[in-house]
Nanobody
Framework: QVQLVESGGGLVQAGASLRLSCAAS????????MGWFRQAPGKEREFVAA????????YYADSVKGRFTISRDNAKNTVYLQMNSLKPEDTAVYYC????????????????WGQGTQVTVSS
């Protein structure tokens, strides 16, 4: 079982950067693929980025490619989302997610979710 707690959200201006963190409990963190999703007001939750258990494979939504970077530190049981060149359309609640299978993360059906952290980008 994995429990996930996100942090690092906030209010920033367009063009700024933020780094989200997701701390995971449990000794099996390194066995899980991890991902970030987001949900804007009135919209469905969408995939943002995913990373394999080793960190050797990463995937991104087209809307964030080149601006966001997902990474992980298995020694710290933490996954990160570095967000650069933020835009107002990046405003959303960002959720951390986990699944044993990377393909399930990319398909949007992880087994574990965090509670979310709000990111607001002003123009």
């Amino acid at each position: 079982q994995v429990q996930l707690v996100e942090s690092g959200g906030g209010l920033v201006q367009a063009g700024a950067s933020l780094r989200l963190s997701c701390a995971a409990s449990g000794r099996t963190f390194s066995s899980y693929a991890m991902g970030w999703f987001r949900q804007a007001p009135g919209k469905e939750r969408e995939f943002v980025a995913a990373i394999s258990w080793s960190g050797g494979s990463t995937y991104y939504a087209d809307s964030v490619k080149g601006r966001f970077t997902i990474s992980r530190d298995n020694a710290k049981n933490t996954v990160y989302l570095q967000m650069n060149s933020l835009k107002p359309e990046d405003t959303a609640v960002y959720y951390c997610a986990a699944h044993i299978s990377l393909s399930r993360i990319r398909s949007g059906v992880p087994t574990h979710w965090g509670q979310g952290t709000q990111v607001t980008v002003s123009s």
